[in-house]
Nanobody
Framework: QVQLVDSGGGLVQAGGSLSVSCAVS????????VGWFRQAPGKEREFVSR????????LYADSVKGRFTISRDNTKNTVYLQMNDLEPEDTAVYYC?????????????????WGQGTQVTVSS
């Protein structure tokens, strides 16, 4: 059983940077991709970025492209999301998720495994 533990996040002023991490354990051999999603109060959970577990393939939502960078350290079974030039609109609970599916990976429903979430707050 795949288990994910989110960490990092916090409070930062607009224009600042934060990093969140996702430690993956369990059936990592079955994972195809690890993604980051976020959910702001009153809004649906939305795709932020994802990276494949065994190659360098990565994707970003248009809203974060050029500001966020996803990376992976397989020796530590950890996925990172470096967030730069943060905006108040980036305020949300950030969740990492893992999937063994191959398609439609911008949809939360395609991810069977989820971390507990970590709060990111950007003040103006």
């Amino acid at each position: 059983q795949v288990q994910l533990v989110d960490s990092g996040g916090g409070l930062v002023q607009a224009g600042g940077s934060l990093s969140v991490s996702c430690a993956v354990s369990g059936g990592t051999l079955s994972i195809y991709t690890v993604g980051w999603f976020r959910q702001a109060p009153g809004k649906e959970r939305e795709f932020v970025s994802r990276i494949n577990w065994s190659d360098t393939g990565a994707l970003y939502a248009d809203s974060v492209k050029g500001r966020f960078t996803i990376s992976r350290d397989n020796t530590k079974n950890t996925v990172y999301l470096q967030m730069n030039d943060l905006e108040p609109e980036d305020t949300a609970v950030y969740y990492c998720a893992a999937s063994n599916r191959l398609t439609q990976l911008r949809l939360p429903a395609r991810y069977p495994y989820w971390g507990q979430g970590t709060q990111v707050t950007v003040s103006s």
